[in-house]
């Protein structure tokens, strides 16, 4: 299996684990927020890093200094995505906006975290 797809099946794996749980205990009312809220969170996570793949599939075929250039790119663009969203949360004036924005953030750094963890070990693979 190459390495861009092994990378790919990682991150939505991991995407559908993670994001499936918090949606389940939201709807579980483990987690107070509204439904509604919880799926644009997921939605929102899940174009952003799901986005990233193909952003960083190709240098998988090319040397690390390629690879680092373009993981510094991913990880920038997300986290810019990511104060946009928030900003969006917080200007959109809706009452559990704060909540929103915790539950966004926590999701965020656990994805990042995976995506992280993940290319590193696709990356330092001996595959092509």
Do not use: W
């Amino acid at each position: 299996m190459s390495k861009a797809r092994l990378f790919t099946l990682i991150i939505l794996g991991s995407l559908l684990v993670v994001l499936g749980t918090y949606v389940a205990l939201v709807q579980g009312h483990v987690l107070q927020l509204v439904e509604k809220h919880a799926i644009i969170i997921s939605l929102t996570i899940s174009i952003i890093f799901g986005g990233g793949i193909p952003l960083i599939a190709p240098s998988f075929r090319q040397d690390p200094e390629k690879f680092v250039g373009r993981f510094l790119v991913l990880t920038t663009v997300q986290l810019l995505l990511a104060m946009s969203i928030l900003l969006a949360f917080v200007v959109s004036k809706q009452s559990d906006a704060k909540m929103m924005c915790f539950h966004f953030i926590s999701l965020f750094v656990i994805s990042l975290i995976i995506q992280s963890l993940g290319l590193i070990k696709v990356a330092n693979s001996t595959d092509k």
